[in-house]
């Protein structure tokens, strides 16, 4: 009962996460245990080959790690393959979509001890476009009677299906426009503007969350106070912490920075070198940009190479119709005889000498000769 349960609550969920209709075909179950312990063997043998003596020291002095990752529990956003991190680099939680909620004790509980017992120095909140939670929260809630393990989800999501009702950055507001009046709404593509925006907004809203929170404030408070010189449980001083928004592309591999840490009052917020989402998109702009211009200045020269060709052919138009005429004007001119005269000269002696004879004539039948 509680299986068949448990997989009608999920359904929704796992088919978001499914690749929208990519169907893959799931290992044998010896198989895929099998896929795990290769995998294990390849690690043990990495790790002794690149660092042989970290696991030795992490057990023998404990964990330190300079960060706390909060990420999807997507299988494809793993923060150790992602960052290709060493053990006793990150220390996690992991949810459906990455949330932070004041409610949530499992989530104070992992934040206050990486932050007042392990010294964290940096809180990452990292999302990830084609969110499967997120895609939930956009689609056409169950309808019906809710089981357990759907009204678990769908109120693990609410937050974000309030998120995509009331936002106003345009993406968002695009896409639940073009769905207004749809009976049933299913995922969106995971390269649709607004899907990917309500993905940036839910990492936005969980970095907020956890800078507004009990650990966090009580943490800069100490700071601010002059109590950091208090040792943690661990050792040490207390740590500026500070937290940031990250998103990765699962079609990529590529991590961004939202733009959005928040770190200690009056401590400046040190260098992030993943690139910008703004950025990103800026670059885009500017690149399209500079296509259209170069589209235009192409668009200019050839049709200032068609004015030139133009003027050219007028031009030689022009001279061949001087030569033309300047041809006609020789062709009447009278030509040179061999006595050095003109023959026109010679047509005229000749029409001379014929009107007198004429005359002559005339005067032999007039009896005058």
Known sequence: MFSSVLFLGLASLVHAHAGHHHVHRRQEAGSGLQTLFDGNARFVSKIQSANPTLLADLTANGQEPPFMFIGCSDSRVSEGTIFDADPGTLFTERNIANQFSQNDANAHTIMSYAVAELGVQHVIVMGHYGCGGVAAAIATPPEGIIDAANGAIQNWIAPIRAIFETSTRPEIVALRESIAGVAVVEEPEPEDPGFRALVEENVKASVKSIASSSVIKNHF????????????????????????????????????????????????????????????????????????????????????????AAAEATATESVAATESAAASTEEVKPLENAEGGSSGDAVTLKCKEQCKSKRRLQKRLSGDY
């Open 221 to 308: 408070a100490a700071l601010a106070e002059g109590t950091a010189e208090r040792k943690r449980a661990e050792g040490g001083p207390l740590e500026n912490v500070f937290i940031h928004g990250f998103v990765y592309d699962i079609a990529n591999g590529q991590i961004q920075d939202l733009g959005i840490s928040v770190g200690p009052p009056g401590v400046e917020i040190p260098a992030i070198p993943f690139s910008a989402v703004g950025a990103a998109v800026e670059a885009a702009a500017t690149e399209s940009a500079a296509a259209e211009a170069s589209a235009t200045e192409s668009a200019a020269a050839e049709a200032t190479s068609t004015a030139s």
